[in-house]
């Protein structure tokens, strides 16, 4: 038992929470540009309170260039007309509030649009002036500084720095970007950065949204002296791949510096000095599990998104080995685990648990792996078994637009149209994460993009990513009223959850059911099996209260998972 942990219902809701992610971009279009709104948000509301999620989460919607979609902000206190502006933001807090619905909102602290006006003014400015030092300017090397400063790497490809041109004409200083040239990165030892963004949490505190997902939260501090990385030995002799990376953890001067730490505990302070328990949740990819924890600690953020299983196998060794370390790390500081299986950043689950993809590599073979091997059909089989895996394990869950429909990862967006920066960062290697953010098939015929526009003559290629000719039958419209569809079952799977008391935070017990089964059972005698391996018997005399696929009697097939109540 957790000491200390009140019941559901009595304690803050972000223990137990299901959020819904938003790609705004792709969720719904209300005006007919072919780009999704919050408008479009708005009218889509009835549809995810009978979804039966807890809480939804919004892709950054300020006013923004958009090359890397809205994480390029150009101003954090107002929203992108595009999307509706700022009284339209309202007016969605406010009715998904009436709806039962918390509203969280990313935020973007690593980096700005090189519009920013902070970043126009760094330009116009001289080196060493107090505009330049928001950023993170520095000479280059080499006799007339035409090297980067560093060896740093962009995460989306090619060198980490840009040179600018000065006001007398010349090649001058660099900057750094950790991501797109267009995302110049913030200088967090600058006290002007460090308000300034206790300002924009107030802003939107104050407009009522319950939480942030912070963006990059392990950036902002750069080791000091912003050292060259250090290949290790294996990386010298063998090359610098993915695996030798992933032999010798790699030296990496600009994640998980002790600085974000103290960033964290003035943004608690902040939180809880609102009613209504106010969240954040770290975007943060660092390891092992107890150094995630170390964001959740119980001064600092209260959930941090666990990535275990997107770089998880479809295997029951591992997976039963990643929730262990995900539960004790986070156990040590009294914080609740996450489960996310999909985000707009990564290749579908379905995919990904079918292919046996990992999540990582730098090219679109190694990320995405060989379509023509998927099948569709365990894919889906497996991504709903995870599915109830993650509803049932404690802590709170996210899932992503478009799960809840079994949409696959889309592989045949022409080249032409692709649009994330990695693309041509990665000098055309890798597509990118396009094919996850492909707008959501509401409909099944194609007017409208498939429904994704209010507006009927909006056609496919008119959206601003075109969903294939065979998106229709993904569709919303299509599965309503089928029993069997992937969005009737996310749907029963959502209502047991939110009756369940023993779900959500708290403890669980591991039960023994053989290598290839991970099962596990949850206060209240609810019980989750998900098997691996050849089919097994269950437990005789324990009612099923939902599954992933069809049972043939009292046996579990391969790949499928079960709720079951356990006899007494
Ligand atoms: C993480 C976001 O999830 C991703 O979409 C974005 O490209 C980078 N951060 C940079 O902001």
């Not at 923004?64 to 339209?88: C, F, M, N, T, W």
């Not at 104050?206 to 939260?217: C, L, S, W």
């Not at 691996?532 to 790949?559: C, M, W």
Request: charge should be negative; charged fraction near 25%; hydrophobic fraction near 35%.
């Amino acid at each position: 038992m957790i000491s200390g942990l009140a019941p559901r219902g009595q304690r803050p809701w972000w223990r137990d929470a299901v959020t819904y992610q938003i790609y705004i971009r792709s969720f719904a279009d209300s005006n007919g540009d072919g780009i999704g709104d919050i408008g479009g948000i708005r009218s889509k509301l009835g549809y995810l309170e009978k979804l039966g999620i807890d809480a939804i989460w919004i892709t950054p919607w300020y006013p923004s260039p958009q090359r890397d979609h809205g994480y390029d902000v150009a101003d954090y206190l107002d929203i992108e007309p595009d999307y509706g502006g700022l009284k339209e933001g309202e007016l969605l807090i406010r009715e998904a509030h009436e709806l039962g619905m918390k509203v969280i909102i990313d935020i973007v602290p690593n980096h700005t649009s090189d519009q920013h006006r902070w970043f126009q003014g760094a330009l116009n400015s001289q080196p060493g002036s107090s505009e330049r030092d928001r950023y993170i300017f520095r000479q280059g090397k080499g006799v007339n500084g035409e090297l980067p400063p560093n060896n740093w790497q962009a995460v989306f490809g090619g060198p980490a720095w840009k040179r600018v041109i000065e006001s007398d004409g010349r090649a001058g200083q660099w900057y750094l970007h950790l991501f797109a040239q267009e995302q110049p990165d913030l200088n967090w030892e600058n006290s002007e950065v460090v308000r300034h963004f206790e300002d924009i949490l107030k802003f939107w505190l104050d407009k009522g949204v319950d939480g942030f997902r912070i963006d990059v939260a392990h950036g902002l501090f750069k080791e000091s002296g912003l050292p060259d990385i250090r290949r290790s030995w294996i990386e010298r002799i063998f090359g610098r791949s993915n695996l030798t990376r992933m032999l010798s953890p790699e030296h990496k001067p600009f994640w998980d510096q002790e600085g974000v730490h103290q960033v964290y505990r003035s943004w608690r302070k902040i939180l809880d000095s609102y009613p209504g328990d106010r969240m954040a949740v770290a975007e943060a990819w660092v390891s092992p599990a107890s150094r995630i924890a170390r964001y959740v600690r119980s001064d600092e953020i209260q959930n941090s998104f666990n990535f275990e299983m997107l770089t998880s196998l479809w295997k029951a060794d591992e997976i039963r080995k990643r929730i262990n370390n995900s539960i004790s790390a986070l156990a040590e500081v009294g914080a609740p685990t996450s489960w996310v299986f999909n985000n707009h950043d990564v290749v579908r689950s379905l995919d990904r648990l079918d292919l046996g993809l990992a999540n990582h590599g730098d090219t679109t073979f190694s990320r995405q792996g060989d379509g023509s091997r998927l099948d569709i059909a365990r894919g889906t089989l497996r991504a709903k078994s995870a599915t109830l895996m993650a509803l049932a394990l404690p802590g709170c869950t996210y899932l992503y637009q478009g799960e809840e429909l079994g949409l696959p990862e889309v592989r045949d967006i022409p080249e032409d149209r692709l649009t994330d920066p990695r693309w041509k960062m990665s000098n055309y290697a890798d597509r990118g994460r396009d094919g996850c953010r492909v707008p959501i098939p509401w409909k099944s015929s194609p007017r409208g993009a498939f429904g994704f526009s209010n507006d009927e003559n909006l056609t496919a290629e008119q959206a601003w990513l075109p969903p294939s000719p065979w998106w229709g039958e993904y569709s919303a419209e299509s599965q309503e009223d089928d029993p069997n569809s992937t969005l009737n079952f996310y749907r029963k799977a959502l209502a047991i959850r939110k009756n369940e008391p023993g779900l959500g935070d708290g403890p669980m017990e591991w039960i023994d059911a053989g290598g290839q089964v991970v099962a596990f059972s949850r206060a209240g005698g609810f019980a989750c099996y998900i098997n691996f391996g050849k089919e097994i018997a269950l437990p005789k005399g324990s009612p099923v209260l939902h599954s992933s696929g069809p049972l043939s009697e009292n046996f579990l097939p391969t790949d499928t998972a079960v709720w079951l109540r356990e006899k007494k």
